[in-house]
């Protein structure tokens, strides 16, 4: 059964830090990696998406990679800023038994930038 | 463009109620649909997903039931809630099996659900 696991779970940095999310899969077979952000209370905002063929995926200040032979992906902030304070939740894409795509949850990083 | 509909946003209801959530997913055809709960301090758990019209697979058993009677709408019931059902409840879509485009979720806005 894959498990995903997400540490930091909590991160506190000062306003411009680059920061680092970290991301393990127990299982290599996936078919894709998706990283979302969550508000408190609302719901789950895409923010990048990495096929198993691909190592990396840029949008704006944010940068994932993905190495799945080890089971590993990080987020990468740049410059970050309170706007980007939210939880980060990985997200692991595979085909279940059933011949239907899921994606596997981490429980998320919860992300704090001070100003 | 495709968008997703989840309502109502907040519920409060008692033990034994029943209960019907709704989502709709606009401008694709035969999508993917997806029923999660992230109860407090917990995960995102996959309760049913659905990969055509009347086909519903349960992930957990529980007190909830899926139904999907049209391909863009998939509806959460239970006939009497629990305390334990209480939590944010979120819908999403991805595309059917078989196509080319590069799937992933999107979620609902989802429906923070208070049993009292």
């Known amino acids: 059964k894959q498990e995903v696991t997400q540490i930091p779970a909590a991160l506190s940095v000062p306003e411009g830090e680059n920061l680092v999310l970290n991301c393990s899969f127990t299982?290599?077979?996936?078919?894709?990696l998706q990283w979302f952000r969550q508000d408190p209370g609302k719901g789950l905002t895409s923010l990048l998406l990495?096929?198993?063929?691909?190592r990396e995926q840029t949008s704006g200040r944010l940068n994932a990679s993905l190495d799945k032979s080890s089971g590993r992906s990080t987020l990468y902030i740049a410059a970050s800023q309170p706007g980007d304070s939210a939880t980060y939740l990985c997200?692991?894409?595979?085909?279940?038994?059933?011949?239907?795509?899921?994606?596997?949850f981490g429980k998320g990083t919860k992300l704090s930038v001070i100003p | 463009s495709q968008t997703i509909h989840q309502w109502p946003a907040t519920l409060v209801q008692p033990v034994g109620s029943p209960l019907s959530l709704e989502c709709t997913v606009e401008?694709?055809?035969?999508?993917?649909l997806y029923w999660y709960r992230q109860a407090a301090g917990r995960g995102l758990q996959l309760l049913f997903y659905?990969?055509?019209?009347?086909?519903i697979s349960s992930e957990v058993p529980q007190n909830l039931s899926a139904s999907r009677p049209q391909d863009r709408q998939f509806i959460l019931s239970s006939k009497k809630l629990l305390l334990s059902d209480s939590g944010f409840y979120l819908c999403?879509?991805?595309?059917?099996?078989?196509?080319?485009?590069?799937?992933?979720?999107?979620f609902g806005s989802g429906t923070r659900l208070t049993v009292v």
């Open positions: 999403a879509w991805s595309r059917g099996q078989g196509t080319s485009a590069a799937r992933g979720y999107t």
């Open positions: 659905s990969v055509g019209i009347g086909q």
């Open positions: 997200a692991v894409g595979l085909y279940s038994g059933a011949g239907s795509y899921q994606l596997t």
């Open positions: 299982d290599s077979a996936i078919y894709n």
């Open positions: 401008g694709t055809s035969n999508p993917n």
């Open positions: 990495i096929q198993s063929s691909q």
